[in-house]
């Protein structure tokens, strides 16, 4: 699957990847042939970024 476009569509499969299968950002990146910074950017322009001790992308407050 590609990474979705639509940046709520793409929080949500990011922040379902992390939960279930990868134990980083990086890592979610390399299984699914994506860009880290992209999906960050991308992220960061809809109001979340990526928290690595939680592992998955927050609201920034």
Not at 11 to 23: F, G, H, Q, T
Not at 32 to 52: H, N, P
């Amino acid at each position: 699957m590609a990474v979705p476009k639509d940046p709520f569509i793409l929080l949500s499969w990011a922040n379902m990847k992390l939960r279930d299968l990868y134990p980083s950002l990086e890592e979610l990146a390399a299984g699914e042939s994506a860009d880290a910074a992209e999906i960050s950017t991308r992220l960061e322009a809809a109001g979340y970024f990526y928290d690595s001790a939680k592992n998955q992308f927050v609201i920034r407050a």
